[in-house]
């Protein structure tokens, strides 16, 4: 049974950084990850996906600002924020969708498995 659980979230103040982990587990092989957010009285969004093979994509959200990466035994990603701002205030997801393809869609992960967020705060 595929599990992620993510960690690192907390209150910042704007322009600082923050660095959240995924850590994932029960793919059977290749699955390919994302970064997604929820801020109250908004709709979900997708800020980055990493595939199996390391390629990376952003949303216009997340582009300039946010990194994402995984670890070389492919069991953690990362989601790096650097100059954050109170707008980025959300619950931060992560998501896994089996595959081993070098392009993943954000509908993908809707049949995917998520973990179950982690509260971001940006505010002075």
């Known amino acids: 049974q595929p599990q992620l659980v993510e960690s690192g979230g907390g209150l910042v103040r704007p322009g600082e950084s923050l660095r959240l982990s995924c850590a994932v587990s029960?793919?059977?092989?290749?699955?390919?990850i994302g970064w997604f957010r929820q801020a109250p009285g908004k709709e979900r969004e997708g800020l980055a996906i990493?595939?199996?093979?390391?390629?990376?994509k952003y949303s216009n959200a997340a582009k300039g600002r946010f990194t994402i990466s995984r670890d070389n035994t492919g069991n953690t990603a990362y989601l790096q924020m650097n100059s954050l701002k109170p707008e980025d205030t959300a619950v931060y997801y992560c998501?896994?969708?089996?595959?081993?393809?070098?392009?993943?869609?954000?509908?993908?992960?809707?049949?995917?498995?998520w973990g179950q967020g982690t509260q971001v705060t940006v505010s002075s």
């Open positions: 998501a896994g969708v089996a595959t081993h393809s070098s392009v993943v869609v954000w509908a993908q992960f809707n049949s995917g498995s």
């Open positions: 029960g793919f059977t092989r290749y699955v390919a």
């Open positions: 990493i595939t199996s093979g390391g390629s990376t």
